[in-house]
């Protein structure tokens, strides 16, 4: 079992910033490939980024490439997203996944585990 709580939402202006955390539970986080994922009023849930287990495949949509960086650090049990010049269309929840499996996945049902959410919201 793996328990995801993120954090880091909040509101900022277009262009700002924020970095969103997520902290795992359990003692074999290293070997999940993780994904961030938002789902915004009235639309589906879309994947945002998503990483191997060893961060050494990654990948992003191509509405935030350039602009979103997906880390993680397996010794804190933690991954990350930074966001940068943030657009009012980036307004959404953003949730961390969690696989289990090495590999990433490109869709939500790929994921095993989800977080709570973070609220993100860009004004203009």
């Known amino acids: 079992q793996v328990q995801l709580v993120e954090s880091g939402g909040g509101l900022v202006q277009a262009g700002g910033s924020l970095r969103l955390s997520c902290a795992a539970s359990?003692?074999?986080?290293?070997?999940?490939?993780m994904g961030w994922f938002r789902q915004a009023p009235g639309k589906e849930r879309e994947i945002v980024a998503a990483?191997?287990?060893?961060?050494?495949?990654?990948y992003y949509a191509d509405f935030v490439k350039g602009r979103f960086t997906a880390s993680r650090d397996n010794a804190k049990n933690t991954v990350y997203l930074l966001m940068n010049s943030l657009k009012p269309e980036d307004t959404a929840v953003y949730y961390c996944?969690?696989?289990?499996?090495?590999?990433?996945?490109?869709?939500?049902?790929?994921?095993?585990?989800w977080g709570q959410g973070t609220q993100v919201t860009v004004s203009s």
């Open positions: 359990g003692r074999t986080f290293g070997s999940y490939a």
């Open positions: 990483m191997s287990w060893s961060s050494s495949s990654t």
């Open positions: 996944a969690a696989r289990n499996i090495m590999s990433y996945g490109s869709t939500w049902d790929d994921y095993d585990y």
